[in-house]
């Protein structure tokens, strides 16, 4: 049953090629070596597109940090850095950012076993074609060594608005982190413009076993699952109150004439609980996702297919918005 | 100083983040000001991040200095990391680093992850479909977890480990 909570799931493995220095020590040329040598393991296992970062302009770059397809470090740390992206864009992988290689999937919804296993086939291929640097102690070798080990996270996207607005996140992020757990706000922590989305991964990568990781991270979903619950449950004893914050964002959202990001995402959070509670009737969940990410700066950018002021922009996306939101979310009354 | 995001006007505003209980900052231009919401720290590590913006190395409190003074001053004749400056930043600079400095890493590691001890995945599983080649690479890894218990003087661990070497190989009880 959807409920709406978990937004979607990544798991990540941090890998080396043996014999080179790291990234934060590789050449221009040892680089593109590692890249074009990864680049010929994937042809065989899917169409991926390969991105420079030096050829890549700061749009184009920025549009797939949106995505979350790549990392800040990797767009403005890394200049000898590439990424492989899947045509489906559910696998990346990264190119000496911070490791010679991170490997991702992200897929929709609790899926970290699947998420797990296509990565897990993924790094089968490369490490079949590229010798890892590896120790039988320390496992998997990182450029920094507290990510030895599995070189795993794994990493759960949730959407916790009754939490947060009751202000019991913090206790939260305290009981996971006794699990060893990481919580940590998608769009920056504590300001309502977040959209109430966290993401929550393992801490621990060594002495544990991949299994064990994603275990423990699903044991701590399910805690957080369970708090939330309880969270909506407290919220909806005022209902009206309630009701009317919720059909007012939709108000807003189908008849404004500028929005601005943060707002636009606190709206659309809105909504995304409206479903929850039934008051508004949602078509697939993932589309509100999508409609998230396509609001922010650059990806809007991207849709007005020319470069447009912060204002033009604003306008855009309420047009762009209403329009949307009319075929994936109906009222209910 | 210049915007930490777009890297090409003069910052105006400074943003603190909060990321559980570590501060992040960034300074930005008023362009991007205009435009900043916190962004997706997608997939960074935490610990790291702690790491990179501590001046005085933050690794240096989880080692016991007495326990190696030499390790410090170890140079790694691949990549010329020295111990020291793994101390300050946490990170090494290629694979043979791990060698040179396997103490001082054992240590560091040890008090962040509780284990010193990878038990996950290894690299040669994926192309050894077949048992024997897996039996190989199991008995591999228990001959390395061995030495390591008897490094460490743990020898109810040592005997365990050696009996399913035994068992591994045939022999004893199984
Ligand atoms: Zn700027
Ligand atoms: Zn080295």
């Known amino acids: 049953m959807e409920d709406y909570t978990i937004v979607s799931t990544r798991v990540r493995l941090a890998r080396n090629v043996d014999g080179f220095p790291f990234p934060h020590k590789l050449n221009e040329m040892n680089s593109r070596k590692i890249a074009d040598g990864v680049m010929r393991a994937l042809m065989p296992v899917d169409k991926f597109t390969r991105y420079d970062i030096s050829d890549l302009s700061q749009l184009d770059g920025t549009i797939l940090q949106e995505k979350h397809l790549i990392s800040r470090d990797l767009l403005s740390e890394s200049p000898f850095g590439s990424v492989l992206i899947s045509a489906d864009e559910n696998v990346s992988v990264m190119v000496n950012e911070e490791d010679h290689i991170r490997e991702q999937v992200i897929l929709s919804g609790l899926s970290l076993d699947q998420a797990y296993d296509r990565i897990n086939r993924i790094d089968d291929v490369l490490g079949a074609n590229l010798k890892f640097a590896y120790s039988p102690r320390f496992g998997y070798l990182t450029s920094c060594a507290t990510n030895v080990g599995t070189g795993m996270r794994a990493s759960v996207m949730m959407f916790l608005p009754a939490l947060t607005m009751m202000g019991l996140m913090d206790e939260c992020i305290n009981d996971v982190g006794r699990l060893n757990m990481t919580v940590r706000g998608v769009y920056g922590e504590g300001s309502k413009a977040d959209g109430f989305l966290y993401q929550v991964s393992n801490q621990r990568s060594l002495g544990l076993t991949e299994n064990d990781i994603l275990d423990s991270v699903k044991s701590a979903i399910t805690h957080i699952v369970e708090s939330e619950r309880r969270a909506r449950q407290l919220l909806r004893r005022n209902e009206p109150e309630l009701k009317d914050r919720i059909y007012r964002a939709y108000g807003v959202l189908t008849n404004a004439y500028k929005l601005a990001t943060d707002e636009a995402m606190q709206l659309l959070a809105m909504i995304r609980l409206g479903a929850y509670y039934g008051y508004m009737a949602v078509s697939d969940p993932s589309h509100l996702q999508d409609l998230i990410t396509n609001c922010q700066p650059a990806n809007m950018q991207r849709i007005s297919g020319k470069n447009i002021s912060v204002d033009e922009r604003d306008v855009l996306r309420a047009r762009y918005v209403a329009n949307k939101l009319g075929s994936i979310v109906k009222k209910q009354v | ?174």
Not at chain 2, 39 to 49: C, L, P, Q, S, T
Not at chain 2, 79 to 98: H, M, N
Not at chain 2, 115 to 144: I, M, Q
């Open chain 2, 1 to 174: 100083m210049l915007c930490t995001k777009c890297g090409l006007r003069e910052s105006t505003t400074e943003v603190v983040q909060r990321i559980n209980n570590h501060i992040e900052k960034m300074y930005l231009c008023d362009e991007c000001a205009k435009d900043f919401r916190p962004e997706a720290f997608d997939d960074f590590d935490v610990i790291n991040k702690l790491i990179k913006g501590s001046s005085m190395g933050i690794l240096s409190g989880l080692v016991n200095m007495l326990d190696a003074p030499t390790t410090r001053s170890l140079v790694c004749p691949d990549c010329k990391t020295t111990g020291d400056e793994f101390l300050k930043s946490g990170y090494v600079g290629c694979p043979r680093c791990y060698e040179v400095f396997e103490p001082l890493i054992a240590q560091t590691v040890k008090k962040l992850q509780q284990s010193d001890k990878h038990v996950g995945k290894h690299p040669l599983a994926a192309n050894e479909d077949a048992r024997g080649a897996s039996v190989a690479v199991e008995r591999e890894r228990l001959r390395a977890e061995l030495q390591s218990a008897i490094d460490s003087f743990d020898y109810k661990r040592a005997s365990a480990i050696s009996t399913k070497l035994d068992a591994l190989d045939g022999k004893g009880e199984a």
